[in-house]
């Protein structure tokens, strides 16, 4: 690997990245509604086909769009980020089938993606997931590629290319619990709201772009403001809760992890579906949860199935921080099939918002970000949604993780330099003490500190990055690394800029107080920093045994 630059075309397209989000993307992003999918946002983003790139573009491509997102608009890189995480794992280990029927959807947000892997119970821990895949019925076929039979109780709706109705209901009350059994709160029922896929449809139509609008690369760099919207301001009591009954699922979108978003060719799927991947940007419909889906229609009895049909499992159990939940299309679930194997006995699969017995709530967090929880009540599923094989899907989490770890080191550090830039403004014209803050030694080396950290975690990111792309064996030690230096980095120097500009940078609306709380989050989700440092020895310790 070459000491690494960008090459003049990559400086371009990231200043014109800068500019489309700080005048096309913040004013969308700025009128959407704190903790709920914004579907204009992302139909945007589709119609400037930047989430098509996400199946297209390597590892290091993703990061620059990432980090350029995030400096002029956080809302806009995590909307494309949950998109490509949640769909990533289809992308990547899906069918012909599935791919043709989601992906392009996706890539033009009409689709909301989610990826559910967290559980109340197993968060860091993800071996100790607790959902449970159960057979149902005679055993059928135990393969990740089962016939196109639909099981009873799976709508058909469900079974149409497009994916059924938009239509569903997020309900805040109670659901199934982990025992399969009774129906009452979760553990992630603390301080949730009700929320519907249908509440965030009145985005959906017009998207503000046309294709001919899709960035071509070059523009100057936009500027960042010290200033946020009103919209940040709100308070939890100002999010209301809202809920609703009806027939349909709800649907929950969120991705950010795996492999690099076109490096699919050796993972599964066919030629003709990552071609499907790259549909044309359009309505922004969909929206795809990695981690959360919810269904308020009772589980039908007897999903039984027929000696030759598909293999059919019943899903019981909780997911908990889905993001795009439970406002999803469609969750890339993660569930046990096997007990007592670990993360040998864990099955990815493909869950439809619609499904029965699916359910969940919307969770209020520090920043305002569309996540919730899903209670799974025998939510049936078959062979036919099953991603890559039975019992190896831990693996495909891991895979995917191993892609976006390194982008949301690059996600950090769009942020760290918004408030090292911030920074500088304001200390250059700052007067205090008889000049300016800069000709402060204390201030000024502070800013050195900033500078010198935030440069050295890009490089890091754009390392990490490129290895991936390279297929270089210590991808995952240099995903760790990447994602641990650069969102530790971002905290350092978001809240040094925090205290360089005083208390007005704890105004509501101020740039650096929607960055304080966003800038938090990232230690944790995909991996806490502790989990990141257990892998870097892992990987350092099992080299030097080789080297033995």
């Known amino acids: 690997m070459t000491a690494f630059s960008l090459e003049p075309a990559q400086l371009a397209w990231c200043a014109e990245l800068r500019t489309l989000a700080a005048e096309r993307l913040r004013p969308l992003a700025e009128k959407g509604e704190p903790g709920r999918v914004n579907r204009v946002l992302l139909a945007e983003l589709g119609s400037l086909g930047l989430l098509g790139r996400l199946f297209t573009s390597g590892a290091l491509d993703l990061c620059l769009m990432r980090e350029s997102l995030a400096y002029a608009c956080t809302e806009a890189e995590t909307a494309l980020a949950l998109q490509g995480l949640g769909a990533h794992p289809v992308h990547t280990h899906g069918t012909e089938s599935q791919r043709a029927r989601w992906l392009p959807r996706v890539a033009e947000g009409s ?26 019925g005679a055993p059928g076929v135990a393969s990740g590629s089962g016939s196109s039979g639909t099981a ?20 805040g009350g109670g659901a199934g619990a982990a025992d399969g059994g009774s129906r009452g709160e979760t553990a992630c029922d603390g301080g949730s709201r009700g929320r519907t896929a249908s509440d965030g449809a009145q985005g959906r139509a017009g998207s503000g772009g ?14 960042v403001t010290p200033d946020r919207s009103a919209r940040d301001a709100r308070t939890p009591a100002d999010r209301s809760s809202r809920s609703a009954a009806s027939g349909g699922g709800i649907r929950g979108a969120g991705a950010r992890e795996g492999g690099s978003p076109g490096a699919a060719a050796s993972d599964g799927g066919t030629e003709g579906g990552r071609a499907a991947a790259g549909g044309s940007p359009g309505s922004g419909r969909a929206v795809h949860a990695s981690q959360h889906a919810v269904h308020d229609s009772p589980a039908p009895a007897g999903l039984a199935a027929a000696p030759d049909g598909p293999a059919r499992w019943r899903l019981t159990g909780e997911k908990c921080w889905i993001s795009n939940a439970p406002e ?21 699969f ?12 919307g969770l209020d967090m520090l920043s305002p970000h569309p996540i919730g929880a899903l209670r799974f009540d025998a939510v049936p599923v ?59 030694q204390a201030v000024s080396h502070q800013v050195a500190e900033m500078a010198l950290r935030t440069e050295a975690a890009r490089l890091m990111v754009y390392a990490a990055a490129t290895a991936y792309d390279e297929n270089a064996p210590d991808v995952p ?15 350092y120097v978001v809240d040094t800029a925090v205290q360089l500009h ?33 892998i870097i020895a892992k990987e350092l310790y099992a080299a030097h045994q080789e080297a033995r």
Do not use: C, W
Not at 126 to 131: I, T
């Open 111 to 136: 689709a909301v993606a989610a990826f559910a892997l967290s559980e109340p119970g197993a968060g860091s821990d993800a071996v100790a997931l607790g959902l449970r895949a159960e057979r149902d």
């Open 152 to 171: 009873p109780g799976i709508g058909s709706q469900e079974a149409a290319s497009d994916g059924g109705s938009l239509g569903g209901v997020a309900s």
């Open 210 to 223: 046309t294709q001919d609008s899709r960035i071509s690369g070059g523009g100057s760099s936009g500027s």
């Open 328 to 348: 999803a299309d469609f969750y890339t679930v993660f569930a046990r099939t096997t007990p007592g194997a670990g993360a040998r006995g864990v099955t990815a």
């Open 350 to 361: 493909l869950v439809p918002a619609d499904r029965p017995g699916l359910t969940g709530n």
């Open 382 to 440: 078959t062979a036919d949604d099953v991603l890559g094989e039975v019992d190896r899907g831990f693996r495909i989490a891991m895979g995917t993780l191993n892609l976006f770890r390194p982008s949301v080191g690059a996600f950090a550090v769009g942020m760290a330099r918004a408030a090292l830039d911030a920074t500088l403004a304001h200390t250059a014209g700052r007067d205090a003490f008889g000049g300016k803050l800069r000709d402060l």
């Open 477 to 491: 030690q240099r995903a760790a690394m990447a994602k641990l230096l650069a969102t530790e980095t971002a905290q």
């Open 502 to 534: 005083g208390a007005r940078a704890l105004q509501r609306g101020h740039l650096l107080e929607h960055l304080y709380r966003e800038v938090r989050a990232p230690r944790i989700y995909e991996g806490a920093s502790e989990v990141q440092r257990g």
